[in-house]
């Protein structure tokens, strides 16, 4: 068994790893760059959303309760759609500092779980592939498969769902690694 602090190092070399990886995959490659649409006619939607007091907050449209689901007009409102979620955020620029600082917090406590599972499951001088795959198979559950659910629940497009799982996978494969190769003697 190794302990969480003996594995400092890999959980914060981990972390940053993924961040790097992150925001290469991000920035730089342009897979993701098809994921984000405007919306047609944005300046009125914007102007209506407004006018109508909309604030920060998850929205379903057309809404309904669990007790009025099935009546009539709600089937109504379903059939002549649109049928969707709508994030509101503060107004304000994007706060990507903000936003990278919650990312990297995020990839911290994934590293974090990721030394838990390893440290209780494996000895010190195991193998590398065995610390790898143990380690893979965590972070994925973390950075890949939890994606999933976007798809299920909240109408995400699956074709960005399953760029979301391959990014996991190689930020699972990057915190593996990492993982295996400062793994204690």
Request: hydrophobic share 50%; charged share 10%; net charge positive.
């Amino acid at each position: 068994m190794v302990s969480i602090p003996a594995l400092w190092l890999p959980i914060l070399l981990s972390a940053v790893a993924v961040f790097i990886v992150s925001s290469i995959m991000h920035m730089l490659l342009p897979y993701h760059r098809s994921d984000y649409k405007q919306l047609p006619d944005e300046a009125n939607v914007l102007a209506a959303l407004r006018a109508a007091g909309v604030k920060r907050g998850l929205y379903t449209f057309p809404y309904c309760t669990h007790q009025n689901m099935k009546s009539p007009e709600v089937q109504a409102k379903f059939k002549e759609g649109p049928v969707g979620m709508l994030t509101v955020m503060p107004s304000g620029p994007p706060m990507m500092a903000k936003f990278l600082g919650q990312w990297f917090i995020y990839c911290l406590i994934i590293s974090v779980f990721v030394a838990y599972l390893t440290g209780r499951t494996l000895p010190p001088g195991v193998a590398h592939k065995s610390v790898f795959h143990l380690g893979a198979a965590a972070a994925f559950l973390a950075y890949g498969v939890g994606q999933l659910s976007s798809g299920i629940w909240k109408g995400q497009l699956w074709g960005i769902v399953i760029k979301e799982v391959i990014d996991g996978l190689v930020y699972a494969l990057v915190t593996a690694e990492v993982f295996a190769l400062l793994w204690p003697q």
